[in-house]
């Protein structure tokens, strides 16, 4: 990693202000290249995926550069996703912390439009938007583009890839000629390249080059997990692990204080490392490490560089690395001195991607680790505590406790047995010996029948791959999913990407929680998981597909009016959403076909909170 800082940049002196207040150290790699020629005034392709940095990497060069003293929007930002777009609403607005008349707004599907109506009548500098409802608010009338000044295509190819390439063209259709363009994309498929050809002019190209790398003797795993519960993931990896010095790497200086701060307060003896540490408190800190005074470090890029201590066996990348580069930097602080060490990768869903890259550049795969459990975690407990009490007696010295003890036993009549018992309950009160602990089960843990993978995060050729699985249907409802009723179908030119793109731009449920759509002359279905709360299905039973209204239902007993190719076919048993939600049964309507055999519906899981809530959402 080279030694560019912020500061090198040229950006202006609120937005470096603000790269200050969070905690940034250095900028990211995508961030040295794009940073310059967005300054620049350049139109720029930036081939990067979530976690590199990317968000920054447009924003803070156009927050330094443009005119915000207009009453309508000066920069407008796309994303595929509800999520996505208040995710870089609000990181926008934290750069321009110190930019008071700059404000950004989110507008995306599934929200009520007044509220948006409402929101767009205050001077907006910034929207970040997704294309179906931008383009409601274009055609409304509510929102005027002639000032824009910059536009920016965020996550491209997933955007496209959801079937808002027609959206998408007509916004830029909409756009000053002379703005400045960028466009980020992970992938670079057809029809992103089709929109850079026709949209982005000239233009610089980024990317993050996958520099092939070697790691040798460090025993490589990666953990999926869900970015709320990656603290709790933390505290059972480490103490899973057999492992003695451990080096935890975050991204910015806060997070090194806030993590080891956590980790402390549950026990372990953890201390920060970053650039903003005094030299001397450094390199103390190092120090500890070394001789075993410390066994947990948890540090930025930067001040890790260098670490060199024997001890240190496992490395955890609690935050992914921007790139190959830092990550085979990071991991290549274990394995020293010839020993074997250990890594830890820990991979949000939203960062699949930025896994298959490390993999692709070390040339070795990184295996799945399981989220370490309760009993497994116990186990560990009972063998520490086991040892710390043979430990304590050979130490010895335990005259005035074992006259204590027997004197409790004779007065009370007790059985010493019953004591050690009561003692052994009394001392695992902190750190309990038989913990209960909260399921965090793996984000893509799915019903039968459902791939492993999800959409987020898969190349071009794997998406395909899925959406013809799904489109062409394996027997029956997936497990977890109900059926819903479309009256929209090849007659009116829909594609199953018109009906993701719809969902999911309307109603904000991503696109990987789509399941399987089937396509017919006047109608199709489509399976999404059970517990989509009402409002959202409002959403849905309002919204249009490609201009034709979408006549969204529950596919429920009746065979919608003048379609013959569906019969009843009731399940057997099962509670579904449905039924509990006051239906006159769960029957279902299916396909008539005499290879289909009659399954019964599996229980419904809905009513389980954590899967209502876990089925929505990106990461
Ligand atoms: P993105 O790729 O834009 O989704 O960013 C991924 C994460 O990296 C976000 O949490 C950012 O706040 C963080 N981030 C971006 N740039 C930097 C940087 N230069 N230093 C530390 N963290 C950063």
Avoid: W
């Avoid at 040295?32 to 081939?47: F, V």
């Avoid at 009723?485 to 993701?500: E, H, M, N, Q």
């Avoid at 009402?534 to 959403?539: R, S």
């Avoid at 039924?579 to 899981?605: A, H, L, Q, V, Y």
Wanted: hydrophobic content about 35%; overall charge positive; aromatic content about 6%.
């Amino acid at each position: 990693m080279s030694d560019i800082s912020f500061a090198d940049l040229g950006l202006a002196k609120e937005v470096l202000e603000a790269v200050q207040k969070a905690g940034y150290e250095v900028p990211s790699p995508i961030q040295q290249q794009a940073i310059p020629a967005l300054l620049k005034g350049k139109n720029l392709l930036g081939t990067a995926q979530t976690g590199t940095g990317k968000t920054a990497a447009f924003s803070l060069p156009l927050l330094s550069t443009l005119n915000f003293s207009h009453s309508t929007p000066a920069m407008l930002v796309l994303t595929p996703t509800r999520e996505l777009s208040i995710q870089v609403a609000e990181a926008i607005q934290s750069f321009a912390i110190a930019m008071p008349k700059i404000r950004a707004l989110a507008i995306y599907g599934g929200q009520d439009i007044n509220v948006q109506l409402k929101a767009l009548k205050r001077n907006i500098s910034i929207v970040v938007a997704t294309p179906g409802r931008l383009l409601d608010h274009i055609r409304r009338g509510s929102i005027s583009l002639a000032k824009v000044q910059a536009i920016v295509l965020d996550e491209a190819d997933e955007m496209l890839d959801m079937g808002f390439m027609e959206d998408v063209e007509s916004i830029l259709k909409e756009i000053p000629k002379n703005a400045q363009r960028a466009l980020f994309s992970a992938t670079m498929p057809e029809q992103v390249r089709q929109i850079v050809e026709r949209y982005l002019g000239e233009y610089e190209e980024v990317r993050i080059e996958g520099k092939t790398a070697t790691v040798e003797n460090i025993n490589q795993r990666y953990i999926m997990v869900r970015p709320q519960h990656k603290l709790e993931a933390l505290t059972r990896v480490l103490e899973s692990e057999d492992a003695d010095g451990i080096l935890i790497f975050v991204r910015t200086k806060q997070e090194t204080a806030e993590v080891a701060e956590k980790l402390e307060a549950r026990g372990f003896n953890a201390a920060p490392l970053s650039g903003d540490l005094a030299q001397t408190l450094r390199e103390r800190t190092i120090n500890r490490l070394k001789i075993g005074k410390l066994d947990i470090v948890v540090a930025t890029d930067v001040a890790a560089r260098g670490i060199d201590v024997d001890r240190i066996s496992l490395v955890v990348n609690y935050d992914v690395p921007y790139d190959t580069e830092s990550y085979v930097h990071r991991i290549g602080r274990t394995g020293r001195a010839g020993r074997t060490g250990n890594a830890i990768l820990f991979v949000t869903p939203r960062e699949r991607r930025l896994l298959k890259t490390i993999e692709k550049a070390t040339r070795q795969p990184i295996a799945p680790m399981d989220m370490p459990t309760g009993s497994q975690i116990s186990e560990k407990r009972v063998i520490a505590f086991r040892k710390k009490i043979l430990e304590k007696i050979e130490q010895g010295d335990l005259d005035i406790f074992r006259d204590l003890i027997q004197n409790l036993a004779s007065e009370t009549g007790t059985p010493l047995l019953e004591l050690a018992a009561a003692l052994t309950a009394l001392a695992q009160e902190s750190q309990p010996l038989f913990p209960e602990m909260q399921e965090l089960p793996p984000p893509d843990e799915r019903g039968k029948g459902f791939k492993a993978e999800n959409t987020f995060g898969l190349g071009a050729e794997e998406n395909k791959r899925l959406r013809k699985e799904r489109k062409e249907g394996l027997d029956g409802v997936e497990e977890g999913f109900l059926r819903y009723y479309l009256g929209v179908g090849r007659k009116d030119r829909v594609s199953p990407k018109d009906i993701v793109g719809a969902i999911a731009g309307e109603s904000g449920i991503s696109s990987s929680e789509i399941g399987r759509i089937k396509l017919f002359d006047k109608f199709s279905t489509v399976e999404l998981p059970e517990g989509i709360p009402d409002p959202l299905l409002q959403i849905l039973e309002n919204m249009y597909i490609r201009g034709n209204p979408s006549k969204f239902r529950l596919m429920t007993e009746e065979p919608p009016k003048g379609i013959k190719e569906f019969v009843v076919r009731r399940s057997t048993s099962r509670d579904s959403v449905f039924s509990r939600k006051g239906k006159s049964n769960s029957g279902r309507i299916e396909k008539t076909s005499s290879r289909r055999r009659e399954r019964p519906f599996k229980e419904s899981r809905g009513d389980t909170p954590f899967r209502k809530t876990r089925r929505f959402g990106r990461h």
